[in-house]
């Protein structure tokens, strides 16, 4: 879909309407811009022009770009059907059953043969920090974020138009949905698992397009880069909310694309494993998969800064 465009101009004041310039003196003149009028805030749109300065003599000309909008305000976690269409919307727990859990159905999961969960979440923008915690079930906690029109039953049965693939051991992920197909059938689809670890390694790795052969540059890229600098989220009020341990942490991770979770479509986290990040075991217990991906701009230790969304309650239970 193409962009809506807008003839509406943006309002430029000068700090004064002559100025001289002296040889190796430099001059100043402060300029002022202001957004065109009318524009929607919500569709963070964006104006440009030039700003021409003439002598009579001699005309220069300097080019200038604006965002009418707050960059904080924009959404980060995909809460909507964009991806998989229908009344799938994300983010959503996969359950062993080969159903979507519904937000308000308890499960429990024995973790024998396919009854484990997935995860599966989308990025609207890129965060430069995206936290995947395990919660208490009980935690007292107000998400940003939430799908009130999920579906109308508890649970969603997975139907083809989804385009999901059946769960078993071999075959976690779903395929392309349908809609992204036709544009997408000439490319040999590859599937990963999104495992429980940092991806932003692989993601950063395959986005420089350096490849196996050229690892041992990563460490002088992620030096001289500074998407791969730390984000600290020590402290403040980010570090008050009780979690029960980390299952995915990301730094800078892009937004989604129309396209496999290959190539970044969407993220998948499998609970196959039934371990934190760390690699301790998971134990026995009520629990909620909590999702912060902190804003643009924001600060890593506020937690009034991030988007958030609280999975249902999921049970696990492993036979001793």
């Known amino acids: 879909m193409a962009p809506a465009t807008s003839s509406a101009a943006a309002s430029v004041k000068f700090s004064s309407t002559k100025i001289t310039v002296w040889p190796l003196i430099p001059a100043e003149l402060t300029v002022t811009f202001?957004?065109?009028?009318g524009l929607d805030a919500s569709t963070f749109p964006v104006y440009s022009g030039q700003v021409v300065i003439s002598n009579g003599k001699e005309t220069?000309?300097?080019?200038?770009?604006?965002?009418?909008?707050?960059?904080?305000?924009?959404?980060?976690?995909?809460n909507t059907n964009f991806y998989f269409g229908g009344t799938l919307k994300l983010p959503f727990v996969l359950a062993g059953t080969g159903v979507v859990q519904g937000p308000t159905t308890v499960k429990t999961y024995t973790f024998n043969g396919t009854d484990y969960p997935l995860f599966y979440y989308r990025l609207a923008s890129g965060s430069a920090s995206v936290h995947i915690d395990l919660v208490d079930s009980n935690i007292n906690f107000t998400a940003t974020?939430?799908?009130?029109?999920?579906?109308?039953?508890?649970?969603?049965?997975?139907?083809?138009?989804?385009?999901?693939?059946p769960r078993s051991d071999s075959s976690e992920l779903p395929s392309i949905p349908l809609k992204?197909?036709?544009?997408?059938?000439?490319?040999?689809?590859?599937?990963?698992?999104a495992r429980h670890g940092n991806l932003s390694d692989r993601a950063t790795e395959e986005a420089r397009g350096l490849g196996p052969a050229f690892k041992f540059l990563s460490p002088l890229?992620?030096?001289?880069?500074?998407?791969?600098?730390p984000v600290s989220s020590s402290g403040g009020t980010y570090q008050q909310v009780p979690i029960i341990g980390v299952l995915q942490q990301l730094m800078y991770a892009p937004r989604g694309t129309p396209d496999t979770v290959a190539n970044g479509g969407y993220n998948v986290l499998s609970m196959k494993s039934r371990t934190f990040a760390n690699g301790t075991t998971i134990p026995n217990g009520s629990y909620r998969v909590l999702l912060r991906a902190l804003k643009i701009t924001g600060d890593p230790s506020n937690q009034n800064d991030y988007e958030s969304w609280l999975g249902p309650v999921m049970n696990f239970a492993v036979p001793t």
Do not use: F
């Not at 202001?34 to 009028?37: G, L």
């Not at 992204?180 to 698992?193: G, T, V, Y």
């Open 60 to 78: 220069v000309a300097s080019s200038y770009m604006g965002l009418a909008a707050n960059l904080k305000d924009m959404p980060i976690i995909d």
């Open 180 to 193: 992204h197909r036709r544009a997408l059938s000439s490319h040999p689809m590859k599937l990963h698992h």
């Open 145 to 165: 974020r939430t799908k009130r029109d999920l579906v109308d039953s508890p649970d969603a049965p997975l139907v083809p138009e989804w385009g999901l693939l």
């Open 34 to 37: 202001t957004p065109p009028s």
């Open 221 to 229: 890229w992620d030096w001289a880069t500074p998407k791969n600098k």
